[in-house]
């Protein structure tokens, strides 16, 4: 191998390294993208978690790290681009106050759905790149996870049976609606927007077309080209 060409070999590395994680820097521009593993250095290691089981989640690893990427940069970046499938929604609310609180803009590229929405709706200005979208549906519970949750949590519960379990898990799935709807009503959304996200149909994924978008100010609208 030549000189030349070990050495754009040895460059091409840490770029490729770079763009592996989930945080990438593009200029002004912060790009979040869950396709990408969690750092494994921010998984706890008693979680019994590995950085391969966070691929595709919005993960609660990624709040601290949201935050210190954005001290680091306090004044460089004034965008995030999102482009997630979802995850662990009260990570995305927590991220979503990070991002209001620095006044960030939000962009999707590519799909953004499920808590990711939740992300997009806190930017002071909210775009969509040509052929993304964005999946919206109201908050959910897979059986497994919530047999478990029962099985590891109804003792300091105090839930007594199924039944009681099941009476909490109504009153949580109320203010789940709420806390959603009550989201986008204060970054803008219109009310009947607001409310038809959370009454989709469960196991359902609503993708809004750009128009419907626009008209409920979930994505800033486009201005309108002067006449001639």
Known sequence: MSRTLLLLGLLALPALAHAETRFTLDGNRLIYDTAHPVDASLIDPASGMTADDTVGDIAYEDIGALRSILERHEGRLDTMRLTSDGGYIEAAYE????????????????????ACAILFAAGTERRMNRGGRIG???????????????????DEAGWRDEFAFAEWVYDEGQRDANKLISHLLRHGVSPDFAVKVVSVGMGTMWYPTRAEMEASGLITATPAAPAD
């Open 95 to 114: 991220m979503a106050a990070i991002i209001e609180d620095y006044g960030l803009r939000t962009e999707v590229h590519g799909e953004c759905a499920s």
């Open 136 to 154: 919206l549906h109201p908050s959910s519970w897979g059986v497994e996870s919530m047999r478990a949750y029962y099985e590891d949590t109804k």
